[in-house]
C-alpha cells in the first residue's frame, strides 16, 4: 500500500526504516538533481522575446542608465559605472558580490543598498513591466 501511494505521489520508494512494531517508508525523489533528464531540462533558459530586448533597451536609455553606463555600439556612453557591454557573460554582480541571476540583477536594479551598503548605484524606481523588459535587455548583452 505504500509503495502505491508513493508511485502516485511521483516518489520512489527507495528503503524502509524498520522501528519494533513500526516500518516508516523513506521515499526519495524519483529523479535525481544530476540525473541528465532534469539538468538538460531546466540548463536551457528560454530566449526573451526580440520585441521585449528591444523595448528594454529603449527603457535603458529612458532611465537614464546610460549616463552612467556603457554599452557599446550604443548611445549609453556613461563612465560612472561599470560598462555592461558583455553584463550576461558575467558570473557576478555588484563588484563580484552576488551571482548573476536575473533575480539578482533585479535586485541590484530596484534596491542596491539592500545588497551592498554603501554602493554608489541608485536604486531605480521602474514599473515592474519595464523592469522585465530592461532584464531581458541586459540578459541579452553577451
Known amino acids: ?3 502505491r501511494a508513493a508511485a502516485a505521489s511521483g516518489l520512489a520508494l527507495a528503503t524502509a526504516l524498520v522501528l519494533p ?8 525523489p524519483a529523479t535525481s ?3 541528465p533528464a532534469t539538468l538538460s531540462a531546466s540548463a536551457a533558459p528560454v530566449p526573451p522575446d526580440p520585441a521585449s530586448v528591444a523595448a528594454g533597451a ?3 536609455i529612458a532611465t537614464g542608465c546610460g549616463n552612467c553606463h556603457a554599452v557599446r555600439g550604443t548611445a549609453a556612453r ?15 554582480l555588484a563588484g563580484a ?4 541571476t536575473r533575480g539578482n540583477l533585479a535586485g541590484w536594479i530596484t534596491n542596491p543598498q ?3 551598503p554603501g554602493a554608489l548605484m541608485p536604486a531605480l524606481p521602474i514599473a515592474p513591466t519595464d523592469l522585465q523588459r530592461l532584464l531581458d535587455y541586459l540578459q541579452s548583452l553577451r
Do not use: Y
Open 21 to 28: 512494531a513500526l516500518a516508516v517508508p523513506v521515499l526519495a
Open 114 to 116: 539592500s545588497l551592498k
Open 97 to 100: 558580490m552576488l551571482p548573476n
Open 33 to 35: 538533481a544530476t540525473d
Open 58 to 60: 529603449a527603457v535603458f
Open 78 to 92: 556613461g563612465t560612472a559605472g561599470p560598462d555592461l557591454t558583455h553584463l550576461a557573460s558575467r558570473h557576478t
Open 1 to 3: 500500500m505504500a509503495r
